[in-house]
C-alpha cells in the first residue's frame, strides 16, 4: 500500500474545517513534497516527523513522499498535521500492518523525540468531531479539553504509544473528562466590600439582570472600576453549551483555567489597545476582547483614553452580538455578545467642578476630552450614571451593603422572569415585545422623547431598562415609576 488517507481539522475563525491528508510514496529520488497551501509551520513538519520516526523506532522510506492537505485552497497553519502526517507515512509503508481507521481524526505535534505535544484550538476541532460521531485522537496534554467538547478521545503520549495501541499490543482506555467545576460564583469580589454608592450599586443590579450596558462616570477614586469588577459575581453561571462556545474562543488564544468554566468571562484590555486587539484580526484572523469577553464582561476604563477609532468598532457588534473579520484569503465571524460596561473621569484632570482640585479651565479641557466619545456609541449605551466621590465617614465606616449573592438572587430570579415571558434578555427585546408592556404610558413617552430630545434607539434602550425595573419589582406591567427611572439614567456626561 503505497498510498494513505488520515482525516483532520484547520481552525477558521471559530469552526474547525475538514482536512485530508494524503500521503503518496512514489518512485524516483528520496524526498519530502507538501502541497496544499501550508505555512512555514506546517512545512517544518516533514522535519519533525523524519526525527519522531527515527527516534520511535521506525524507519524512513527511502521513496518520494508527497503529502497532500485538502482542500488546496485553504490556508494551514501550525503544527497540528504531524501526527496525521507521520501515521499516514506508516500506513503507506506497511510498518503498521492492516489497522482499522474508520471514523477517526487526528490532531497533534510531534517532538523530535516521538513524544506528543498538546496544541492550541484543540477544543473547536474536538466540538465538530463529536458532532461528526468521529474518535479524535490527540496528545495526552489535550485530553481533557476534547473529553469536555464530549468527542470519543484517545488521548496517547507518544507516537510509539499509539502504534503500539493501532496494531493491538498494549490498549489504551478511552479518555473521559473530569467532572465540569461548580458554580464558583463565591469567589469573585464582593459587593459590599463597595463603601456607599447606593446608586450605583441600584444599577449595577439592573445592568446584570437585564445584560445592559453601562456607562459611569465620576472622579478619580469613587470606585468605577471596583463596581465594574463586581459585576460578573452577580450573573449566573453558563449554560454548558455557552460555556463550550466561550472555551472555543479562547482556546483560539489561551485556554481558559478548568475551574473558570462555568464562569463569565471578565475581560479588561488597557487604552492602549488597538483596533484588532479589541475586535480581532491579523493576517490569520484571531479573535479580539470583544470576542474574548462573549456571554460576560467587557470593562473598558478611562473610556476617553482609548482611540476613537477603536471605539467605533464597539458600534457594530454592541447592535448585532457578532464580529465580521474580512481579509483577501478569508473572511471569519466571530461571536461577541458581551456587556460593556465602561468608566470616564469627566476631565483630564478628573476633577470638574472641583474649586480646589479642579484644573481651572474646565470648559475647554472637558469639551476637548468629551468630545472623544461620539454620540452614536453613546447613543448605544443603555445605562449613563454619575458615580460621586465617596466621604471619608463613609469610606471608613463599617460595610453596610448587601452581599453579591443576595443581589444574584434577585438577578437570578428576574432574568428567570425575562425568558419566562419572551425567551430573551430584555436587552434582546424587540420593539413589538416592549410596546406590547407600555400599556397608557405611550401619550406620556411622546412629550417626554420631545422634551428629551431623545433618538428612537435611545427611547427603545430606555424601554428595555423599564422593562427590567419592572421584572426586578415582580410587576407584569411596565409602571411610570419604572419608565421614570430608566429615563433617569439617560443624563448626559458629557455636558460640563
Not at 465540569?180 to 459587593?191: E, F, R
Request: some cysteine.
Amino acid at each position: 500500500m503505497s498510498i494513505a488517507l488520515l482525516h483532520s481539522r484547520a481552525t477558521l475563525g471559530i469552526r474547525a474545517v475538514p482536512v485530508r491528508v494524503e500521503i503518496h510514496l512514489g518512485p524516483g529520488l528520496p524526498g519530502f513534497t507538501m502541497v496544499g497551501l501550508p505555512d512555514t509551520a506546517v512545512r517544518e513538519s516533514k522535519d519533525r516527523v523524519r526525527s519522531a520516526l527515527i527516534n520511535g523506532g521506525f524507519r524512513i522510506p527511502q521513496q518520494r513522499i508527497t503529502v497532500n492537505l485538502a482542500p488546496a485552497d485553504l490556508p494551514k497553519d501550525g503544527g497540528r498535521f504531524d501526527l496525521p502526517i507521520a501515521v499516514g507515512i506508516l500506513l503507506a509503508s506497511g510498518q503498521l500492518g492492516r489497522v482499522e481507521l474508520k471514523d477517526m481524526e487526528w490532531i497533534g505535534e510531534l517532538a523530535l523525540s516521538g513524544a506528543l505535544s498538546p496544541v492550541p484550538a484543540i477544543l473547536p476541532g474536538a466540538l465538530a468531531a463529536a458532532r461528526a460521531g468521529h474518535t479524535l485522537v490527540v496528545p495526552a496534554g489535550n485530553g481533557d479539553e476534547a473529553a469536555l467538547a464530549g468527542a470519543d478521545t484517545l488521548a496517547v503520549n507518544s507516537l510509539t504509544e499509539l502504534c503500539a495501541h493501532l496494531k493491538g499490543d498494549i490498549r489504551l482506555p478511552r479518555h473521559t473528562a473530569p467532572p465540569p467545576p461548580g458554580d464558583d460564583a463565591g469567589q469573585s469580589p464582593c459587593l459590599s466590600q463597595i463603601r456607599g454608592q447606593p446608586a450605583a450599586k441600584r444599577v449595577l443590579e439592573i445592568a446584570a439582570a437585564g445584560g445592559h450596558s453601562l456607562l459611569m462616570g465620576g472622579p478619580p477614586g469613587a470606585g468605577k472600576s471596583m463596581l465594574a469588577s463586581r459585576l460578573p459575581g452577580l450573573l449566573p453561571p453558563l449554560e454548558r453549551d455557552q460555556a463550550l462556545e466561550v472555551a472555543a474562543i479562547h482556546s483560539l488564544r489561551q485556554a481558559r483555567p478548568a475551574t473558570a468554566f462555568l464562569q463569565p468571562p471578565y475581560r479588561a484590555p488597557h487604552h492602549t489597545a488597538s483596533a484588532p486587539a479589541l475586535v480581532g484580526g491579523g493576517g490569520r484572523p484571531r479573535p479580539g476582547e470583544i470576542s474574548l469577553a462573549h456571554e460576560g464582561v467587557l470593562f473598558l476604563d478611562e473610556l476617553p483614553e482609548f482611540q476613537p477609532r477603536v471605539l467605533e468598532v464597539l458600534r457594530e457588534p454592541l447592535e448585532t452580538g457578532e464580529v465580521h473579520i474580512a481579509r483577501a484569503a478569508q473572511q471569519v465571524s466571530f461571536p461577541a455578545r458581551f456587556q460593556l460596561v465602561a468608566a470616564m473621569n469627566p476631565c483630564p484632570c478628573g476633577y470638574l467642578g472641583d474649586p480646589e482640585k479642579g484644573c481651572g479651565y474646565e470648559c475647554e479641557k472637558a469639551k476637548r476630552y468629551q468630545r472623544r466619545l461620539s454620540g452614536p456609541l453613546m447613543d448605544r449605551i443603555d445605562l449613563h450614571l454619575e458615580v460621586p466621590a465617596v466621604s471619608p465617614d463613609t469610606l471608613l465606616g463599617d460595610a453596610d451593603g448587601e452581599p453579591s449573592r443576595v443581589v444574584r438572587a434577585r438577578v437570578l430570579a428576574a432574568r428567570a422572569r425575562q425568558m419566562h415571558r419572551q425567551g430573551c434578555l430584555n436587552r434582546d427585546l424587540d420593539a413589538d415585545g416592549l410596546m406590547a408592556s407600555l400599556g397608557p404610558h405611550k401619550p406620556w413617552l411622546t412629550g417626554v422623547m420631545e422634551r428629551l430630545e431623545l433618538s428612537a434607539r435611545a427611547l427603545h434602550r430606555s424601554l428595555r431598562v423599564a422593562r427590567t425595573i419592572a421584572d426586578l419589582a415582580h410587576r407584569e406591567k411596565v409602571g411610570r415609576e419604572h419608565l421614570r427611572e430608566a429615563l433617569s439614567y439617560r443624563q448626559n456626561l458629557l455636558n460640563p
